[in-house]
């Protein structure tokens, strides 16, 4: 199994960037996918998920209206696009899959938003 995150970056408040996460290794279509993220000095935290066909998706209270998750399953990659960014944003970005008893973490993507 592997999980590829790419897209992070530095970015202005009010600024805009696109996460994708290239996944491998296990039958991507059957299974939901999440983005989670970790900023300094805090836990890591669920930011959104999106179930196997994209059809439900869910998301963290500081993030609903601003970041959108999607699915390209003929790509086997998941994207979370993120607007309106705010400096509380700020953290490495993961990708995660569950498989059986089994969970998954890529390597992360680091965003910064600031001025």
């Known amino acids: 199994v592997q999980l590829v995150e790419s897209g992070g970056g530095l970015v202005q408040p009010g600024g805009s960037l696109r996460l994708s996460c290239a996944a491998s290794?296990?039958?991507?279509?059957?299974?939901?996918m999440g983005w989670y993220r970790q900023g300094p000095g805090k836990e890591r935290e669920l930011v959104a998920t999106i179930t196997n066909t994209g059809s439900n998706t869910n998301y963290a209270d500081s993030v609903k209206g601003r970041f959108t998750i999607s699915r390209d399953n003929a790509k086997n990659t998941v994207y979370l696009e993120m607007n309106s960014l705010k400096p509380e944003d700020t953290a490495v970005y993961y990708c995660?899959?569950?498989?059986?008893?089994?969970?998954?973490w890529g390597q992360g993507t680091q965003v910064t938003v600031s001025s």
């Open positions: 290794g296990f039958a991507f279509s059957i299974h939901a």
């Open positions: 995660y899959v569950k498989l059986g008893y089994l969970g998954y």
